[in-house]
């Protein structure tokens, strides 16, 4: 995750696609959450945000509660679909970035910061969601393989 997270500060930047960088701590905890049982998929998501409020102008705590928020509905699907499933999980990352971006701007407009919901910035929610997509369908199934290889390594002690 600590991985990601610095791939999140010094590269995504350099992978902008109109004006939106991917979010790959966002990818990683959906991911995870949507495999693991829930106390693994909270402990990352916490992580994760940590890690983006650390980079972040935005008042501290507020990519942490959104990054819980996102796990906690992703974990919804924990066991609900085939392990090799890859097609559902990965068109599920749309409406969980879009909902990590909203929460996120909402509780930055309840701490006081100035947040513009004009159709650019919406267009740049959903822009990042897509964005996301991309990423997800190149990582998901990194993290399926990583998921089957944990529980192989508890079935061979």
Do not use: C
Not at 77 to 90: I, K, N
Not at 104 to 127: A, C, K, M
Not at 130 to 135: A, H, I, P
Not at 139 to 156: G, K, N, V
Request: hydrophobic fraction near 60%; avoid cysteine; proline fraction near 6%.
């Amino acid at each position: 995750m600590i991985l990601l997270g610095a791939a999140q500060v010094s590269l995504s930047p350099y992978l902008q696609w109109q004006t939106v960088h991917p979010n790959f701590l966002l990818v990683a905890v959906v991911a995870w959450s949507m495999l693991a049982p829930f106390p693994k998929a909270i402990g990352w998501a916490f992580l994760a945000g940590l890690l983006l409020d650390f980079f972040s102008t935005a008042p501290f705590g507020v990519f942490t509660a959104a990054m819980l928020g996102a796990a906690t509905a992703a974990n919804f699907w924990f066991d609900r679909f085939a392990p090799s499933a890859v097609l559902l999980p990965v068109a599920l990352i749309l409406p969980y970035s879009i909902g990590f971006d909203v929460v996120s701007l909402l509780l930055q407009q309840l701490l006081g910061r100035p947040v513009l919901w004009s159709g650019t910035l919406l267009r740049l929610i959903v822009s990042a969601g897509l964005l996301n997509l991309v990423v997800m369908m190149l990582l998901y199934p990194l993290f399926q393989w990583m998921e089957r290889a944990s529980h192989r390594d508890e079935i061979m002690l």
